[in-house]
Structures are given as structure tokens and as C-alpha cells.
Antibody, heavy 118, light 107 residues
């Protein structure tokens, strides 16, 4: 059974940093593209970033480019999202997901909440 | 960026009703469109990929179709478990983009 468990969310001040983690199990993590998505309170879904199996290709939504970094450790079956220069508009539940080679995202974790506020 | 215009944003329906949700892409996305269902406090669930390919385990009352840049999710006979929010997603090109969502509520 595919399992994705996010962690690392919390309350952070504007301008601060946070690192999210996603522990994967039940599938061949090293063979899978992976994604981060987010959902602001009461709002719709937004794609944040994708990373290729070996980490060689990464894609970001414009609003986080230069501030967020997606990475992975295939030896630890883990996906990460390093977030810096956080803004109130980054407040959201962040989900990790598997991503098929030709898309779309299929299996999702339950999410971790990030709140950016002073 | 490809914009996805989803309508309606909300709809009220009764059990047994036929429900249709539409997404229009701002440019061609071929058939690279997916539909998700999301319930409050839960992660999205993939229902349909490649515009009309039903995911394993998804009830056959759900179906997807396309006509040019217009995509449709149809629920043939609404069941109590179907009251939720639905999102389309285009994965033809980066940035991947969602429609604004449709909340299906009980009439």
C-alpha cells in the first residue's frame, strides 16, 4: 500500500524558513517523480513543485521560484521542501504526492499545515 | 501559463441527479486533464486521468469527456458519498494548473 506522510509544518514568522518532509513507503520511491501541492485555507488546490526520479529536473510555480527548493533522498525514501523567505500568502496545507511519468499526481499524503504569521 | 476555467463554482443537487462539471482550458492541452474529488480535511482523490480514463476502484457513475479545449466530468446518478469538491487539473505543460473547483452540495 502506498503511504505518504508529511511532517515539519508549523507556525513561522514572515521571512522565516521551514523544511517539510514526506516519508514514502509501499512503492519504488526512487523510480517515481514526486510533487508538492498546497491549499490555502478555504481555497483551491495549487501545484508547487515537481522533481524527477534522480533529482536532476525540478519545476516550480512562479510564486515560489527562488524561495522554495524541492529535493529528495532516495536512500531514505524521503521528499523535502525547503521553504525560505516565507510570506503570509504561503499559509496553507502542503501535500506531497507521487506523480506519474506523464502525469498526473495520483497518490497523496494527508498534508501538513504551515502558518506564516507574526 | 494555461488557465483552467471551471464551472459552476457551486451546485446544489439531490441524490440520483445527473451532475455535470465543466473545465475550459485557455489553450490546447491535448487530453492531459485529470479530475479530482476532495472532501473536507482530506487529500484529493484522483478520479479520472487523460480526460476520460477512469481510475481503478472509481465507480462507473463517474465519467469524463472532452471536446476541443472543453472538458466535462459527469456523475450519472449522484450518491450521498459524492457530495464533495471537484477539481480539474491540466498536466500538459508547466506550470501545472487547477481549475477553481466545484462544490457539490445537497439540495
Amino acid at each position: 500500500e502506498v503511504q505518504l506522510v508529511e511532517s515539519g509544518g508549523g507556525l513561522v514568522q514572515p521571512g522565516g524558513s521551514l523544511r517539510l518532509s514526506c516519508a514514502a513507503s509501499g512503492f519504488m520511491f526512487s523510480s517515481s517523480w514526486m510533487s508538492w501541492f498546497r491549499q490555502a485555507p478555504g481555497k483551491g488546490l495549487e501545484w508547487v513543485a515537481n522533481i524527477k526520479q534522480d533529482g536532476s529536473d525540478k519545476y516550480y510555480v512562479d510564486s515560489v521560484e527562488g524561495r522554495f527548493t524541492i529535493s529528495r533522498d532516495n536512500a531514505k525514501n524521503s521528499l523535502y521542501l525547503q521553504m525560505s523567505s516565507l510570506r503570509p500568502e504561503d499559509t496553507a496545507v502542503y501535500f506531497c504526492s507521487t506523480y506519474r511519468p506523464s502525469g498526473p499526481a495520483d497518490y497523496w499524503g494527508q498534508g501538513t499545515r504551515v502558518t506564516v504569521s507574526s | 501559463d494555461i488557465q483552467m476555467t471551471q464551472s459552476p463554482s457551486t451546485l446544489s443537487a439531490s441524490v440520483g441527479d445527473r451532475v455535470t462539471i465543466t473545465c475550459r482550458a485557455s489553450q490546447s492541452i491535448s487530453s492531459w486533464l485529470a479530475w479530482y474529488q476532495q472532501k473536507p480535511g482530506k487529500a484529493p482523490k484522483l478520479l479520472i486521468s487523460k480526460a476520460s480514463s477512469l481510475e481503478s476502484g472509481v465507480p462507473s457513475r463517474f465519467s469524463g469527456s472532452e471536446s476541443g479545449t472543453e472538458f466535462t466530468l459527469t456523475i450519472s446518478r449522484l450518491q450521498p458519498d459524492d457530495f464533495a469538491s471537484y477539481y480539474c487539473l491540466q498536466y500538459n505543460s508547466y506550470p501545472i494548473t487547477f481549475g477553481g473547483g466545484t462544490k457539490v452540495a445537497i439540495k
